[in-house]
């Protein structure tokens, strides 16, 4: 469950202090207007620096996650924003970042978000994964593709696996931001993954395929029957997370996992 977004001055003192020892005192704050999983998501101004502070209590679930987003930080492409510390302080798990000044991406067909956000996934697509602690694509999907299809997604790629438009922030480039759930896979998950999120935004399942296969050889080179494992397993987990929560976002994307997976099944 997401943790309730509270504000900066809502913190307790002493997570404010923790925080200051790394900024210096904090003169204003506004807390984000997207992004459901944090506690706190704010853009934090100093007298000379603005950045943007995320964090959740440290005995909540996700501050694991907020863990492996600090921990990937290092190796991620240039075009994502620095982790600058990490504190833990009065009861909170606190990260600040370079804040990218910046708007959500808009997926829609024609949108000339859309190079940008190519550009940005290729990018990530052609650093070597780090030889760190990584969750693995086949143990992510594993309780939902069958047994033959597990080992399809096996791969030594660095997949960031959450491509929705609000975790892309768009400037002169793309930066991929909101790093909880980084993956080491088949490098074509990623571009799958992107697919779904443009068929939300409204493309068809032909005109998001065709698109992804201009814009990621990964994409254009990946085997069908893996293809087909993946999208199998991936309209499994969004039914489970729509029957979790039935939220209207939530159902629609489980209906278009479905729909994208007839489409693959039927495309030949
Ligand atoms: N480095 C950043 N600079 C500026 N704004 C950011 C930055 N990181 C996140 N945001 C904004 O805060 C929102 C929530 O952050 P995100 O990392 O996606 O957290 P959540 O886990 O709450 O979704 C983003 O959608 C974006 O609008
Ligand atoms: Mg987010």
Redesign the pocket.
Known sequence: MPVDRIHWDDLPLAARNAVEQHTGPVVRAKT?A?????GI?A?VHTADAIL?V?GVPSDHPQARTQQREAAINPYLPPSC?RLLWHVQAAGWDLIG????LGR?AEYTPGSPDLPLVARALVELQNIPCPDIELKRAEDRWSGYAGLAGIEQLVGDTLLHTDLAP??M?ITTRGHL??W?WPTRGAAWIDPAVLILRLMEAGHSAPSADAWAREQFPTWAAAPDASVLAFSGANARTWDEIARNDPQVWKKNMSHLAHHWLNYWQSRR
Request: proline share 5%; hydrophobic share 40%.
């Open positions: 984000a997207a992004g459901a999983n944090s998501a853009t943007f995320k924003p970042y370079e804040r990218i959500h609000h975790n922030l931001i909101d909880a």
